[in-house]
Structures are given as C-alpha cells and as structure tokens.
C-alpha cells in the first residue's frame, strides 16, 4: 500500500515563508505528475502547483511568483517552499501522486493533509 505523508504546515505571520514536504512510502514503481493543492473553509480544493518526473512545473496564477514547487525523485519526495504568504493561503494543503505500484498498476494517492494558517 502507497502512503503520502505531509510535513511542514504550521502558523506564519502575513510576508512569511513556510516549506511543505510530502513522502510517498510502500512498494513503488515509479512516480509521475505530483502536485499540491489546498482547500480553505467553505471552499473547493484547487491546484496550487504540480511537478512532473521530469521537472516541468505548473502554478495556480494566484500562487505564481511566491511559492516553488520541487522534487526529489530519489526519495519520493516532493516539496512546495511558499513565500511572501498571504491570509488568502490560509488552506489545508493536500499533495497527491501518480504512482505505479503492485498490484493495481498506477493510481492517485493523497495525503492527509496539513494546515497553513497565515495570520494578518
């Protein structure tokens, strides 16, 4: 079984950074696309950022310039730095992850989730 695990939410002031990372343990094949996303109260999650395996990124215009999404294909690992946070970022951040593992080939994985509450 493929688990994603969150690290690196917390409370930050208005013009703060925090770093994200999220692990994907279990027996993996390989990874594709991963990316981050968040839901604020009363809101539907959106996309914030996604990665390919090959490093080709995508942003969420409302996060473009701020935040930076990488990865470390080696550990499983991607990552999601955000600067220059905003009360607007207050969200719980989701990352989720195409993975192939046996048996049931590739499929979507999500974390658990961590909160990011940017205060004013």
């Known amino acids: 079984q493929v688990q994603l695990v969150e690290s690196g939410g917390g409370l930050v002031q208005a013009g703060g950074s925090l770093g994200l990372s999220c692990a994907a343990s279990?027996?993996?094949?390989?990874?594709?696309?991963m990316a981050w996303h968040r839901q604020a109260p009363g809101k539907q999650r959106e996309l914030v950022a996604s990665?390919?395996?090959?490093?080709?990124?995508n942003y969420a215009d409302s996060v473009k310039g701020r935040f930076t999404i990488s990865r470390d294909n080696a550990k499983n690992t991607v990552y999601l730095q955000m600067n220059s946070l905003k009360p607007e970022d207050t969200a719980v951040y989701y990352c989720n992850a195409a993975v192939s593992s046996p048996p049931s080939g590739w499929a979507i994985y999500w974390g658990q989730g961590t909160q990011v509450t940017v205060s004013s």
């Open positions: 279990g027996t993996i094949f390989s990874i594709s696309a």
């Open positions: 990665i390919r395996r090959g490093g080709s990124t």
